[in-house]
């Protein structure tokens, strides 16, 4: 039982900043990668940011500067903090994560999406 929980999407104005969470849960044994993915419709998804288990992050060209990825590894949580949003980051955001678990082994799993909206 792995479960991620997204929380922190919302409607923002153009120049503002929201901070996505995303808390992993259930019988982890360690997770490998954990950061965030973005698609729109008619869009592939595309990374945003993760951060492995040494604590290397890899942001995508355009959101370098403006979001930043952190972790709190006692409580299997990441966080973006979204700076300086534009109109084209609007859409869902998926927290990802590669977890080992007791139950499963190594699997990828994915929260339900949570909607950032920026507006003009």
């Known amino acids: 039982q792995v479960q991620l929980v997204e929380t922190g999407g919302g409607l923002v104005q153009a120049g503002g900043s929201l901070r996505l969470s995303c808390a992993a849960s259930g019988t982890i044994f360690s997770i490998s990668r954990m950061g965030w993915y973005r698609q729109a419709p008619g869009n592939q998804r595309e990374l945003v940011a993760t951060?492995?288990?040494?604590?290397?992050?890899n942001y995508a060209d355009n959101v370098k500067g403006r979001f930043t990825l952190s972790r709190d590894n006692a409580n299997n949580i990441v966080y973006l903090q979204m700076n300086s949003l534009k109109t084209e980051d609007t859409t869902v955001y998926y927290c990802?994560?590669?977890?080992?678990?007791?139950?499963?082994?190594?699997?990828?799993?994915w929260g339900q999406g949570t909607q950032v909206t920026v507006s003009s």
């Open positions: 990802n994560a590669i977890i080992k678990s007791y139950g499963d082994g190594l699997r990828t799993y």
């Open positions: 951060i492995t288990a040494g604590g290397g992050i």
